[in-house]
Nanobody, 124 residues
Framework: QVQLVESGGGLVQAGGSLRLSCAATGRTFRTNYTGWFRQAPGQEREFVAAIRWSDGNTYYFDSVKGRFAISRDNAKNTVYLQMDSLKPEDTAVYHC?????????????????WGQGTQVSVSS
């Protein structure tokens, strides 16, 4: 099993920044991709960004490109999501998720391991 714990959410004004962390423990060698998803009330969970542990390649949802940056710290088994220029529409519960395999997917159902989520609220 792999356990994921997120932290770093909070309330921020539009234009502000937050950095989310996702710390992984357990059988982390089973995972090659760690992604961030978000879910706003009444909406489906949507892909935000992902990183491939083997080479650090990153992938982003179009609406966050240029504003969000995903990174990893191999020694700490931790993935970060730096969020800048936040907008009210970024408000959601942010979850990190992990999966193995060799192909990136943006489908939430393909990720095997999930954290409990952290709330991000952006006021206008």
């Amino acid at each position: 099993q792999v356990q994921l714990v997120e932290s770093g959410g909070g309330l921020v004004q539009a234009g502000g920044s937050l950095r989310l962390s996702c710390a992984a423990t357990g059988r982390t060698f089973r995972t090659n991709y760690t992604g961030w998803f978000r879910q706003a009330p009444g909406q489906e969970r949507e892909f935000v960004a992902a990183i491939r542990w083997s080479d650090g390649n990153t992938y982003y949802f179009d609406s966050v490109k240029g504003r969000f940056a995903i990174s990893r710290d191999n020694a700490k088994n931790t993935v970060y999501l730096q969020m800048d220029s936040l907008k009210p529409e970024d408000t959601a519960v942010y979850h990190c998720a992990a999966r193995g395999g060799t192909v990136l997917t943006r489908k939430a159902s393909a990720y095997n391991y999930w954290g409990q989520g952290t709330q991000v609220s952006v006021s206008s």
